[in-house]
């Protein structure tokens, strides 16, 4: 299959993944930082980093990265 593709095609897909990987590197970097911070970084807070969907983003005042904010659930009454 991929020896249909063209160059460009390639360039291009590597490219996407060297963006990738270069996104979650930042990520991480921040999730570390937080940590140090005692900032939560709890999975309610951001869609697992695999699985971020630029589509349906947001983004962050701090930084340019995007991340995807999910409902946490409402504790319970006593």
């Not at 991480?28 to 695999?50: C, D, F, Q, Y």
């Not at 962050?60 to 319970?76: A, I, M």
Request: hydrophobic share 35%; net charge positive.
């Amino acid at each position: 299959m991929l020896q249909s593709m063209t160059s460009s095609v390639l360039l291009d897909l590597a490219t996407l993944r060297h963006n990738l990987t270069e996104f979650k590197v930042r990520w991480l970097a921040h999730i570390e930082e937080w940590k140090a911070e005692n900032r939560p970084t709890t999975s309610s807070m951001l869609v697992r980093i695999g699985r971020t969907h630029v589509a349906g983003a947001a983004y962050c005042r701090d930084h340019e990265l995007p991340y995807r904010v999910q409902r946490t659930p409402r504790p319970e009454p006593d």
